[in-house]
Antibody
Framework: QVQLQESGPGLVKPSQTLSLGCTVS??????????WSWIRQPAGKGLEWIGR???????NYNPSLKSRVTISIDTSKNHFSLKLSSVTAADTAVYYC???????????WGQGTLVTVSS | DIQMTQSPSTLSASVGDRVTITCRAS??????LAWYQQKPGKAPKLLIY???SLESGVPSRFSGSESGTEFSLTISSLQPDDTATYYC?????????FGQGTKLEIK
C-alpha cells in the first residue's frame, strides 16, 4: 500500500520561498499510472489544489499560483517537491501531497505538514 | 475556474438517520466528481469517485448520485464515526476545485 510523507520547514519568512518534499513508499513514483499532486488547506478553511506532476516531468498548475509555483520530481529518490516563491501570510496552511489516479483522484494522501509564514 | 457549491454548510443528525449532502457545479463536469471525508487533524479520505463509484474499503452506507447539475452524497444510516467534514471535488477541468465543505455532526 502506497504511503506519502511530507517534509520541510514549518516556518518560512515572508517574501521567501517555501520548499516541501514528498517521499513515496510502497510504490514507484515512476509508474505511468499516476500523477502526484500538492494540495493545501488554511486553518479552518477548505482545500485548494496547487498542481501536479507526472513521472515524465509534465506539470499542471493552478493558474492562481502558477507564477510562484514549481513542482519537480526525482524518480531516483521516489520523491517530488514543491516550491512556492514570494510567500505571504496568506500562504500559511497545511500542505498535503497526494496521488492522483485517472478516474480516482487523490486516493492516497500524506499526513500533511503545517507551514507558517511569519517573520 | 469551476465553482463547486455545497449545501448545507453544517448538518446535525441522529444516529440511524439518512443524510444527504449536495454539490452543484457552476458548469458541466460530466461525471468527474469525487467526495472526501475529513476528520480533524487528518488528511481527507476518498469516499466516492466518478460520481457514484465507491472507493475500496468504504462502508456501503455511503453512496453518490447525480440529478441534472446537482450531485449528492448520501449516508443511508448515520453512524457516530461519520462525524466529519465532507468535501466534493471536480476533476473535469483544471484547476481541480473543491466545495467549501459540509460539517456533519451527530445530535
Amino acid at each position: 500500500q502506497v504511503q506519502l510523507q511530507e517534509s520541510g520547514p514549518g516556518l518560512v519568512k515572508p517574501s521567501q520561498t517555501l520548499s516541501l518534499g514528498c517521499t513515496v513508499s510502497g510504490g514507484s513514483i515512476s509508474s505511468r499510472t499516476y500523477y502526484w499532486s500538492w494540495i493545501r488547506q488554511p486553518a479552518g478553511k477548505g482545500l485548494e489544489w496547487i498542481g501536479r506532476i507526472y513521472t515524465s516531468g509534465n506539470t499542471n498548475y493552478n493558474p492562481s499560483l502558477k507564477s510562484r509555483v514549481t513542482i519537480s520530481i526525482d524518480t531516483s529518490k521516489n520523491h517530488f517537491s514543491l516550491k512556492l516563491s514570494s510567500v505571504t501570510a496568506a500562504d500559511t496552511a497545511v500542505y498535503y501531497c497526494a496521488r492522483d489516479y485517472s478516474d480516482r483522484p487523490f486516493d492516497s494522501w500524506g499526513q500533511g505538514t503545517l507551514v507558517t509564514v511569519s517573520s | 475556474d469551476i465553482q463547486m457549491t455545497q449545501s448545507p454548510s453544517t448538518l446535525s443528525a441522529s444516529v440511524g438517520d439518512r443524510v444527504t449532502i449536495t454539490c452543484r457545479a457552476s458548469q458541466s463536469i460530466s461525471d468527474w466528481l469525487a467526495w472526501y471525508q475529513q476528520k480533524p487533524g487528518k488528511a481527507p479520505k476518498l469516499l466516492i469517485y466518478k460520481t457514484s463509484s465507491l472507493e475500496s474499503g468504504v462502508p456501503s452506507r455511503f453512496s453518490g448520485s447525480e440529478s441534472g447539475t446537482e450531485f449528492s452524497l448520501t449516508i443511508s444510516s448515520l453512524q457516530p464515526d461519520d462525524t466529519a467534514t465532507y468535501y466534493c471535488q471536480q476533476y473535469n477541468t483544471f484547476p481541480y476545485t473543491f466545495g467549501q465543505g459540509t460539517k456533519l455532526e451527530i445530535k
